[in-house]
């Protein structure tokens, strides 16, 4: 018995090991890849500035570049080695875990993974060149004043603030879906039809409520957050729906 223990624990230990290696070796490939482009990547994450307006970008410090580089360089490739991560430890810890904890955390790894690779894409395309806009309106109303105010970015403090953004952005939208996800676990099919037929209006109407206090005064913006959020209690009663009629509550 006490043999078969170790072997167990040389079994996990060289399994997790291997585990960490593959995912150490793919961390560098992504570290070499993206320092490779790293041109491509500073376009890529000084777009929402350069959509709107063709000003520059300062250096104050001599190392302000070098550090923008070490940033986006690391940032970068943690971002997108995440979900091999969370691949390899569900593979690794599932062999000890029953069947509806497997079926949690393969909801945590795909449709989360997905939605917020999503919405960095559109913080990207509108939502973070919406925020520099209204951030830099001053300038553009006082041009022709006696106080004439002309704003500029240091490449660093741009990097932090749009890679402080983008993490903390996913970040949330992660954690909502975790707690939405564990909150139906606890709750019945039929009791979350019930609360999205009669409630989901106000629950549309909080969530665009709260998204506009946030966000700048855009009225394209605020459209579109309008109609994105409509579409997505909608398409979620709708989905609701559909499974309560394949499931035993058809009849209902």
Known sequence: MLNFKKFLILFYTTEIFYRFIYILFSFCICLIITF???ELLMLLET???????????IITHTTDL????????FSTSFFLIFPLFFYHIIN????GWYEYQTIFAEKLLHFPLIMCYSFVFFCYYSFFPSILNFLT???LVTINSV???????????????????RNSFAFLIYIIYILILQFSFFIFLIDIYKIMKFHRKKFCFLTITYLFILMPSDIFLQ???IIIIFIIYELNFFIICYKIYNSKYANY
Do not use: G, H
């Open 36 to 38: 490779y482009y790293i």
């Open 66 to 73: 070098i550090n923008s580089i070490w940033y986006l360089t």
């Open 47 to 57: 777009y929402p500035f350069l959509k709107f307006t063709n000003k520059k970008f």
């Open 223 to 225: 459209f579109f957050t």
């Open 147 to 165: 106080l004439n105010i002309e704003i500029e970015f240091r490449v660093l403090n741009y990097i932090e603030w749009i890679l402080m953004l």
């Open 92 to 95: 690794f810890a599932k062999a």
């Open 137 to 139: 309106q001053w300038d």
